[in-house]
């Protein structure tokens, strides 16, 4: 068990630094300073950061990360140097580790009963220190030697795409990952930036996966250069993961002007520019003055990229209010509160204006964007949110980057050739069991749920493989971390 009095030896909440603003701005290698696997963390206080989880009679941890991991367990062990049980113990229930110890947002933490006086457990930061060892003793679980001769197509290669080919494949199935941009990874690959997420880490796990027996095609669009009916047809069951990958727009006045762009279409071929990949005609911060619609995660992705591309200026929009810095009264622990962050992009530069709402793209007559005309948002007694009347004034603009998120996946072509049913939200639809109406046809992650966080993809890939297995052989030994009534909530 935990030491009992560990939360009161060490009290203060401690986590690596972060590489100096001046040096980090210049690459765009990883901001962390990342504890070397093997080296001392924190002079060797990584232990004493791990003692300070209480092993709660009713980890309440568990339930802000829908993957059920076993934190206070792996705690417990990092604090006796217990390594290789700790990876044992974290691989029972998450595949990827290293990604959401970099990328998620730790709502574990917030769910943190020592959260209620002090500051939470460093669960994260623990996590991916475990991660991180066990590729560096080569900790990675074995695969039984075992076929069952079905094979099953995997559409897309997020997260849930992932977690879902892994778990089929460890199984004995022959799994096949299709993607259709040129390397695989989804949005883990091309959507976020080198800085928060080195493109090593996620080919590492990729290698490993091939060594499994999981087969990745990219290059091949689902739909197009292969039909869904023909996919189905070939395969024995078919996981569709292609994520919610349509953007929210943003149908104003001068919304078709040289200059405003999706944030993606921003994003995406910076990522692949900062690899040193040739790309024509990508839009570019440099020397521009760049505003940022959205106050998410993707928009503070946005002002990292542009820092660093050498933007003039870099501004962001919230239409809402400021969040609050501590947790407010109707937010209580152990929910997830929406508190004011500053992200390690925001840290860099840049100005953050909220009660922003957008009312005009404006042009410079020749057909490019040159501000944009902007209103202090007010709040209606019905709850909806207009400009308030005499409060416009003007932002310059010579780049503006719409990351207000995301509404749902593409299905104009799963939908044409396969007939698949998509529900009132425009999701695919499907039931308790993650199957669609299409016989042998599953959905995962985003695509059945909605724009949602990595731990839920990979929560649902894993459930979404049980289901799969036990459509096809009648029953299944894998783990199903989401139950039926968190489910049946989606789509």
Same mark, same amino acid.
């Given at each position: 068990?935990?030491?009992?009095?560990?939360?009161?030896?060490?009290?203060?909440?401690?986590?690596?630094?972060?590489?100096?603003?001046?040096?980090?701005?210049?690459?765009?290698?990883?901001?962390?300073?990342?504890?070397?696997?093997?080296?001392?963390?924190?002079?060797?206080?990584?232990?004493?950061?791990?003692?300070?989880?209480?092993?709660?009679?009713?980890?309440?941890?568990?339930?802000?990360?829908?993957?059920?991991?076993?934190?206070?367990?792996?705690?417990?062990?990092?604090?006796?140097?217990?390594?290789?049980?700790?990876?044992?113990?974290?691989?029972?229930?998450?595949?990827?580790?290293?990604?959401?110890?970099?990328?998620?947002?730790?709502?574990?933490?917030?769910?943190?009963?020592?959260?209620?006086?002090?500051?939470?457990?460093?669960?994260?930061?623990?996590?991916?220190?475990?991660?991180?060892?066990?590729?560096?003793?080569?900790?990675?679980?074995?695969?039984?030697?075992?076929?069952?001769?079905?094979?099953?197509?995997?559409?897309?290669?997020?997260?849930?795409?992932?977690?879902?080919?892994?778990?089929?494949?460890?199984?004995?199935?022959?799994?096949?990952?299709?993607?259709?941009?040129?390397?695989?990874?989804?949005?883990?690959?091309?959507?976020?930036?080198?800085?928060?997420?080195?493109?090593?880490?996620?080919?590492?796990?990729?290698?490993?996966?091939?060594?499994?027996?999981?087969?990745?095609?990219?290059?091949?669009?689902?739909?197009?250069?292969?039909?869904?009916?023909?996919?189905?047809?070939?395969?024995?069951?078919?996981?569709?993961?292609?994520?919610?990958?349509?953007?929210?727009?943003?149908?104003?006045?001068?919304?078709?002007?040289?200059?405003?762009?999706?944030?993606?279409?921003?994003?995406?071929?910076?990522?692949?520019?900062?690899?040193? @990949? *040739?790309?024509? %005609?990508?839009?570019?911060?440099?020397?521009?003055?760049? $505003?940022? #619609?959205?106050? /998410?995660? =993707? !928009?503070?992705?946005?002002?990292?990229?542009?820092?660093?591309?050498?933007?003039?200026?870099?501004?962001?929009?919230?239409?809402?209010?400021?969040?609050?810095?501590?947790?407010?009264?109707?937010?209580?622990?152990?929910?997830?509160?929406?508190?004011?962050?500053?992200?390690?992009?925001?840290?860099?530069?840049?100005?953050?204006?909220?009660?922003?709402?957008?009312?005009?793209?404006?042009?410079?007559?020749?057909?490019?964007?040159?501000?944009?005309?902007?209103?202090?948002?007010?709040?209606?007694?019905?709850?909806?949110? @207009? *400009?308030?009347? %005499?409060?416009?004034?003007?932002?310059?603009?010579?780049? $503006?980057? #719409?990351?207000? /998120?995301? =509404? !749902?996946?593409?299905?104009?072509?799963?939908?044409?050739?396969?007939?698949?049913?998509?529900?009132?939200?425009?999701?695919?639809?499907?039931?308790?069991?993650?199957?669609?109406?299409?016989?042998?046809?599953?959905?995962?992650?985003?695509?059945?749920?909605?724009?949602?966080?990595?731990?839920?993809?990979?929560?649902?890939?894993?459930?979404?493989?049980?289901?799969?297995?036990?459509?096809?052989?009648?029953?299944?030994?894998?783990?199903?971390?989401?139950?039926?009534?968190?489910?049946?909530?989606?789509?």
């Amino acid at each position: 068990m935990a030491d009992p009095r560990g939360f009161l030896k060490v009290r203060d909440r401690e986590l690596p630094p972060n590489r100096p603003v001046e040096v980090r701005l210049r690459d765009w290698k990883d901001v962390h300073a990342h504890r070397e696997a093997g080296e001392p963390f924190l002079g060797g206080r990584l232990g004493e950061q791990a003692g300070r989880c209480m092993d709660c009679g009713i980890p309440f941890c568990h339930q802000g990360c829908p993957l059920g991991n076993f934190i206070p367990e792996w705690n417990d062990l990092v604090r006796r140097d217990q390594w290789e049980d700790a990876v044992d113990r974290m691989y029972a229930t998450n595949n990827f580790p290293e990604l959401t110890g970099r990328v998620c947002p730790a709502p574990c933490e917030s769910a943190c009963v020592l959260g209620i006086s002090q500051p939470p457990v460093t669960i994260k930061n623990i996590e991916l220190s475990i991660a991180d060892e066990a590729f560096a003793r080569g900790l990675t679980p074995q695969v039984p030697a075992r076929l069952t001769g079905t094979t099953i197509a995997v559409v897309g290669s997020g997260p849930a795409g992932l977690a879902a080919a892994q778990q089929l494949t460890r199984v004995g199935h022959t799994v096949v990952v299709y993607e259709r941009d040129d390397a695989i990874g989804g949005l883990l690959r091309y959507g976020i930036p080198d800085f928060k997420l080195e493109k090593h880490i996620i080919d590492k796990r990729l290698e490993q996966m091939q060594a499994e027996g999981t087969r990745f095609r990219p290059g091949v669009e689902v739909g197009k250069d292969i039909t869904w009916d023909a996919l189905r047809r070939r395969f024995d069951a078919v996981v569709v993961a292609t994520g919610a990958t349509v953007p929210r727009e943003l149908p104003l006045p001068g919304r078709d002007l040289r200059g405003v762009h999706y944030a993606m279409d921003f994003l995406t071929p910076a990522n692949k520019a900062s690899k040193g @990949e *040739p790309v024509k %005609g990508a839009p570019t911060a440099e020397g521009k003055h760049v $505003v940022v #619609i959205g106050g /998410g995660d =993707t !928009g503070s992705d946005c002002v990292g990229t542009a820092l660093r591309q050498g933007a003039a200026s870099v501004t962001t929009l919230a239409i809402g209010k400021k969040p609050p810095v501590d947790r407010p009264a109707n937010q209580p622990w152990p929910t997830d509160p929406i508190l004011f962050e500053v992200s390690t992009s925001h840290e860099e530069g840049g100005e953050r204006t909220y009660l922003a709402s957008t009312v005009e793209f404006l042009d410079d007559t020749a057909g490019a964007v040159v501000g944009l005309r902007v209103a202090e948002t007010e709040y209606l007694p019905n709850g909806r949110r @207009e *400009p308030m009347a %005499g409060t416009e004034h003007v932002i310059r603009a010579d780049l $503006v980057l #719409i990351a207000m /998120g995301f =509404t !749902g996946p593409e299905t104009d072509a799963i939908t044409a050739q396969s007939g698949v049913e998509l529900s009132e939200r425009g999701l695919v639809r499907r039931g308790d069991d993650f199957a669609t109406n299409l016989p042998g046809v599953f959905v995962a992650g985003d695509a059945g749920r909605g724009q949602s966080l990595i731990v839920w993809a990979i929560a649902e890939g894993r459930a979404c493989a049980a289901a799969v297995d036990s459509h096809l052989r009648g029953s299944t030994e894998l783990p199903a971390p989401v139950g039926p009534r968190t489910v049946a909530l989606r789509g």
